[in-house]
Structure formats: C-alpha cells, structure tokens
C-alpha cells in the first residue's frame, strides 16, 4: 500500500488488516474505476482540498533536499534520473558548471513536477510581516515557494506545498492536469526523493535533544521564579489579601493565576529551548518538514513537561486534603498538584511520574468513550440524509421526490471543484479603489502607458468608449456595496471555481506576455467580454421569476469575482494580457465553470453525512478551554454536537448575545451599567 493511501483510510502498519472487493458485473467494474477508485478522490468535497500529501520520510527528506546548499555530483544525478520513471532521457543544464558540474536539490524536484503549473505558496518558517517589508521578493530564509510554469524556482518544499492544505502543489496538479497524472505524481516524488534519502540519510539521537549550559540555567531560573510566584500568591490567598476576579469565587480566582504563572511557565523555557536548537537539528528538521512532531513535543523533551490537568482542573485531592500520601495536606503548591518540572530528558519523579499518569489515562478513556459516541452521532446522520441527490433536473431530492434544494447549495456546484478566492474590489479604501479600477479615458498619459497606438485612437473621442467605460465602473461600485453588505465582517476569502489569479497568471506563461509593454486589448472588448461571459454561466435555466432570481442568486458571487478581476483597467495596467490571451483566459474560465456544476447523481447526503461525522470522530469528547472564566463556561466537543442533532429542549449552557442600542452601545461604562443591571433582573 502507498504510503500517502494511509491518511485517508486511516491506516498504519501494526498488524491493520483490509477487505478485497472483487467486481463481478460489469456495472461494479465501471462504478469502481470511474468513481471509488482512489486516484479519482484526491479531493475531498468536505473542505475542497486533498484527502492525501506526502507523509513521514519523503516529507523530511524534500524539505531537506530543496534548501538552498544542497548540491549533487555527476554520478549520483545519474542514478537519481534512472530512479525517475518520467524522466525525457535528457539530463538538464548544470546550475554550476566549473570546477565540476554539481546540480541542485531543487533542479531535481522541478524534473518531478508534472506540466506546467504555477504554484505560489510559502514554507512552514515563513516570517507573516516579510511580505509587507522591503525584501519581499528576496525572502532572505528562502521560505517563499515559486512554482512557475512546472518549474520551483525558489522555497523550500514542506508540508504547505505537498501536504494536505487547499491550493497547494498537489492540489493545483489535481485540477490542471487531471486525477491520472497526479496520481502519478505522488509516486515520482516517493520514488526519486527516497531515493536521494537513501544516500543523505536522517537519523535522530540522544545528541537532538541536549541544549546548551546558559538555555538550561535559563530553563531552571524560570521555573524557580514561577515557583516563587505561586507560593507569593498562596500566602496572598491565606491572608485574605487575594480579590476575586469578576463572576469568579476566590477559589476559582486563585487557581485561575497559578495556572496562568505555571503555563506562562511552560511557555517560556519552550521558547527558550527551541531557540537554542540549530539548523541541523534532527528533531526541528522533523517539525519545520511538518513530517512528525510539533513545537510542544519538543519543549516537553528538553525544556519541562508541565501541568498535568484532570477534567480541565490540576490534579485534585484524592486522599484526605492532599494528592498523594507523600505530600502534607492542603498543600497548593505546583509539585503537590500535579506541576512536572523535569523535561523527558531528564526524567519525571515518582509523584510526577504518577500524575502524568493519572492525566494520560483520562485521555485513553476519553478516546474509548468518544469512539461510541460520535459512531452513533455519525451513523444518524446517514439514515436521515442517505437518500437525498441531485436529480436531472438539477433539484435536490429525497427518496420521496421530496425538495430539499432548488439547487446543490443554492450554487449548484460541486465541492470538488471549487478553491479559495478573494475578492480584489472588497478590501481597499475608496481612494485605492477608484484609482486600480476606474479607467480614465481623458488622462492620455495614463493611457500611452497602458494600450497601444491603434487602441488609443479607437478610444478618443468616442462616445460609445466613454458610455461603456463608465457603465462598467457604475457597475464596480455597485458590486463593491453589495459585497460589502454580503460579508460585513470584511472578510474578502470566498470558495469559487476557476481560480482567477493562477488562470490568469497560466495564461501570462503560456502566450508570454510581456508585462512591460502596452497591449493591444480593447477596453471596450475586455467589458464585452465578460459580459457575454457572465451570460455563459448558466446555474437555473429559464425564464420565469422565480428561476431568474434563482440564477441570478446563484451566480452573483462569481459575476461579482469575475467583473473586478477582469475589469478593463487591471487588464490592462496589471495583467498586460493580449487579444489572444483574453480569449483563451475567457473559454478556460467557460468550461472550467460548466466542468464545476454538480453532476445529476451525485449522492449528496451522503457526502454531506460524512463530512460531518469525519471531523466529529477527531474532536475530543469534553474541551476544556477556558479553564477557570465561569462566564466563558460554554458546552463544546461532542456533547454540544449532540444538542444541536437532537435539538435538545434544555441545552446545558444557554447562552445568548445581547445588542445594546442607544448610548450604551457606545459607552464602556454604561453598557457595563447594563450589564451589571442584567446580571440582577429576574425574570
């Protein structure tokens, strides 16, 4: 079985057995090759983004193989080509030539990659505030990933790029080229990036997991000084000198600031620990990869385990006034109530090893009970929804011709064809708007700079070029209110099919357009364009009210995201496309929308049922997030699930959001007036 095959079937080699099916009908051999067969799932409708990446080894091994001083000889390229099945037989450009010809890791990967596919994605390490500084294309820690036209020019390759999140590398090879090729391209990259590990090799030791002599005074000075602080607020406690927080007992405030000093705790010889780990660091090579592991297994290793937690709360009293027959009662301390200082290097103490004991065993039981649990919440699901999908007249229907939807989603597309887009006209002020969108017909020298001689002399003095250009920008305007109106949150991210950025950007490479010069594309064409585009994107055929509104409620997003990216002015002053490259971009976008449309058939309840069980089964049984804020004491996990499936009468923790309208909305201290009032109103 292949290694990437285990994600999705949740498998692991420890004895894990499996049913064969054999087709005995024709029909089961079709249904299996054309729909269940795993190639064809590499996306997964319930998040539009692939069930499977690359895992473990591989993932390790490419991280380490595309860094920037990876170099490789005559000898050992040879024998990486012969391991690559769809290599052409030629033996690319060396990147240096004298004293001897040496390739790169990152020259190997690009003969992995299938077509020509552009990929703009960024490494686990990449710095948020780099894209907004001074060296924003340089990326100095060569973390931003360029995949251009089949190419990696720069980036280390991780886990954001060949993983499991939307958009990335496999991702995009999935869309453009198919389910065949990148099937095959998960294979190549195991098989060539092996095969480079095979000589490299990665191991890890004892030696990964010792800091240096100032991090480990750093380590034991920081858990001293949380222990001070603890005992100072014990003493506070006992003197009476502690105020209970807001909508807190003094009980409930006084465990609230412990376990903040002693995570506080936790957190920072974390820090202090990872920062002291090199380059070279087997364990940092694992999480940076996203291959295994994370920032807290290996803070827990070198730096402190910490607090240990029973139902959200430290350990508590189990014998008369104290935890274990080794403490004296009622101590409060950090040791007696389950704090372990001693990192898995060093080694836990008998109490602590107890304690860490007792927290790892709730979360066997945990996993025992939850498995029950969601099992049956998941299996509900299928018996109420089984039956429903998409019918041929597009309505989605139960087995008793019952509608559920005039259409899948109201937009009729399917979940496996869709990506995340923004929305370029939601974001900018209006100033900023105007100026990247609206096109000026009467400033001749914005436009010399933008269109070619014979474009500017179509458009002077035609009235029919003004009328249409301020149509369109009327037309902009109205969609930016709207859009607003729709996400007043502001948040520009939306899932639409045909990604319009790398569409363009596929169209840029394949008619090289040279983003310097003027084009040669009429405004006036742009506009018409997508007009006749948008007339093209057919959702509800018909022409009655009811299935014009639907139509229209449909698509508007998608006319909306279409109408701002392909706006004449960012045509021509951003994309620089040609005649020949609009046309293209417009037949791609066509078919790629009609290819996105649910197909009648598809069992939507199903999906839908399990979508929704998948992720349950993940969730742990009882959160305890907000340890200690009575207010904040919400059911989540499963147990809140199941409320909201049975549509409980009683829920546990009601809640309810309050809007405060005339000057209290505006006034901290009257709408705490409010509030206080509230707390005290029977009702």
Known sequence: MNLSVTTPYNADFDGDEMNLHLPQSLETKAEISEIAMVPRQLITPQANKPVMGIVQDTLTAVRMMTKRDVFIELPRMMDLLMQMPNWDGKIPQPAILKPKPLWTGKQVFTLIIPGNVNVLRTHSTHPDDEDSGPYKWISPGDTKVIIEHGELLAGIICSKTIGRSAGNLLHVVTLELGWEVAAHFYSHIQTTVNAWLL??????GIGDTIADQATYKDIQETIRKAKYDVVEVIEKAHNDELEPTPGNTLRQTFENMVNRIL????????????????????????????????KINISQVIACVGQQNVEGKRIPFGFRHRTLPHFIKDDYGPESKG??????????????????????????????????????????????????????????????????????????????????????????????????????????KSLRKMYTENVIRDLQGSAEALKEVESEWAQLEEDRRLLRKIFPKGDA????PCNLQRLIWNAQKIFRVETRKPTDLNPLHVIDGVRELSKKLVIVSGDDRISKQAQYNATLLMNILLRSTLCSKRMAEKHKLNMEAFEWLIGEIESRFKQAIVQPGEMVGAIAA??????????????????????????????RLKEIINVSKKPKTPSLTVFLTGTAAKDAEKAKDVLCKLEHTTL
């Open 199 to 204: 000589a490299e090799g990665h191991t890890i």
């Open 263 to 294: 995570n506080d705790a936790r957190d920072r010889t974390g820090g202090s620990a990872q920062r002291s780990l090199s380059e070279f660091n087997n364990f940092k090579a694992m999480v940076v990869a996203g291959s295994k592991g994370s």
């Open 339 to 444: 704090f372990v200082e001693n990192s898995y290097l060093a080694g836990l103490t008998p109490s602590e090893f107890f304690f860490h004991a007792m927290g790892g065993r709730e979360g066997l039981i945990d996993t025992a009970v939850k498995t029950a649990e969601t099992g049956y919440i998941q299996r509900r699901l299928i018996k109420a929804m089984e039956s429903v999908m998409v019918n041929y007249d597009g309505t989605v229907r139960n087995s008793i011709a019952q509608m559920v939807q005039l259409r899948y989603g109201e937009d009729g597309l399917d979940g496996m064809w869709v990506e995340n887009q923004s929305m370029p006209s939601m974001k900018p002020t209006n100033a900023l708007f105007e100026k990247e969108f609206k096109l000026d017909l009467s400033d001749e």
């Open 493 to 496: 991210k939306i899932v639409l």
């Open 610 to 639: 399990q979508s929704l069980g998948e992720p349950a089964t993940q969730m742990t049984l009882n959160t305890f997030h907000y340890a200690g804020v009575s207010a904040k004491n919400v059911t989540l996990g499963v147990p």
